[in-house]
């Protein structure tokens, strides 16, 4: 489907756009009309918007039973300060040849050079692909691509392609992502007379404390993609009146996973302190976080977040093909390497299995960083580069 544009320009313009167009986690739908637009215009064979807002469109080729499979994901995270921002985040500005704004790297560059790349591909392509574009991933991996594979398209992809951004390296696995919901219930009290009740603060407080220093001695490692993690990042107790101590309280933690670990080994620890907290007369629950999603289409999932890690075999011919193709028109020094965080690879690669591989445009460093920004020259040569990873999967 050759068509007679500047598929450079073309891309810096969308990705610009997309930029300039909010879309937090849940309230993807105008970038997701706006994608369906750009689309329509380069003339895909067929093009969908599914109950969970994702887009998925389709270029037809000869052979449709394993397709190749571009994947991004339209939300981003929440700017933050703006005024730590040099310019405004939502600008889509473009400063010394750099495009900023927030998800600039994650992931909007990255969806504008796959939509291009189509304009690249000859009229007639031996195995088909789609653009599969969805909405949740940065609360949910894999949840949003799941339901477009399984419901939509329905074929096992010869090769998933993640546009995730990997400085034009290719990445082939991650720590895989869950979260922990632990929760104490206490005794209300006045707070002068503290005695009377029993704290949750002060027990979720200690219960932190003593995870977090049982984790550093047990925590694992594996050679290609580092360490476990294990950071609590939310609080809340209840009540929320300053003379009276509260008689409940919440964190999460956020765990970062390796491929053998499971549910049960990671809530090892959590159960023992618990059980230790417990003895003072508190009553706690330590589980893997469930929690219902809102797609801007108005449907609700009910989610368990326990995202599998997964690694691809770097001897793999499909990883050796992608290095080969981006070393041949995009960037000789290209190497093979790993994401620090978490993707929709979760589902594809760590439930599913398919062959899946990670190449994208700007440093993931600055992913959900303020002043997040992508030089144009990356969002050129990945242009050139799904356009040419198609072709090799062909």
Not at 283 to 292: F, G, H, N, Q
Request: a neutral charge; aromatic letters at 8%; glycine letters at 6%.
């Amino acid at each position: 489907m050759k068509l007679m544009v500047d598929s450079v320009k073309l891309a810096i313009e969308i990705a610009k756009d997309l930029i300039r167009t909010p879309s937090l986690s849940g309230k993807e739908k105008e970038v997701a009309y706006y994608i369906r637009d750009v689309l329509s215009g380069l003339g895909v064979d067929s093009l969908i918007i599914d109950e969970l807002g994702n887009v998925i469109a389709k270029v037809e080729g000869g052979q449709n039973e394993n397709p190749i499979i571009l994947e991004g994901h339209m939300d981003h995270v929440e700017p933050g300060n703006k005024d730590i921002w040099k310019v405004d985040p939502y600008s889509g500005k473009i400063v010394d040849n750099k495009l900023y704004g927030r998800g600039a790297i994650d992931m909007k560059s990255s969806l504008a050079s796959m939509i291009s790349s189509v304009t690249l591909l000859p009229d007639k392509i031996e195995r088909t692909v789609y653009l599969v574009f969805v909405t949740h991933e940065e609360t949910a991996e894999g949840v949003a691509f799941k339901h477009a594979l399984e419901n939509t398209i329905r074929k096992k992809p010869y090769v998933v392609i993640l546009g995730e951004a990997t400085n034009l390296n290719i990445h082939i696995g991650h720590r895989g992502r869950c979260l922990i919901e632990y929760v104490v219930q206490g005794k209300t009290a006045h707070a002068s007379m503290p005695h009377l009740g029993l704290n949750a603060l002060s027990a979720i407080s200690k219960s932190i404390i003593n995870i977090l220093e049982a984790f550093e001695k047990t925590k694992s490692y594996h050679e290609k993609l580092g360490y476990s993690t294990l950071t609590p990042t939310v609080i809340e107790c209840l009540p929320k009146v300053t003379p009276q101590i509260p008689d409940y309280c919440r964190a999460i933690f956020d765990r970062r996973i390796l491929p053998y670990e499971t549910e049960d080994s990671i809530l090892h620890i959590f159960q023992k302190i618990k059980e230790h907290i417990e003895h003072e007369g508190f009553k706690i629950r330590a589980s893997i976080l469930t929690e219902e999603l809102r797609f801007w289409t108005g449907k609700i999932v009910k989610v368990k977040d326990f995202f599998k890690s997964w690694i691809l075999d770097e001897k793999s011919m499909y990883v050796r093909k992608a290095l080969n193709t981006i070393r041949a028109h995009v960037k000789s020094s290209a190497t093979i390497g790993y994401w620090k965080f978490s993707t929709d690879g979760v589902y594809s690669a760590g439930e599913k299995s398919y062959t899946t591989i990670g190449f994208g445009p700007g440093n993931e460093d600055l992913a959900h960083q303020p002043n997040e920004y992508v030089p144009l020259k990356h969002i050129e040569k990945a242009v050139y580069g799904y356009a040419n990873l198609i072709l090799t999967f062909q």
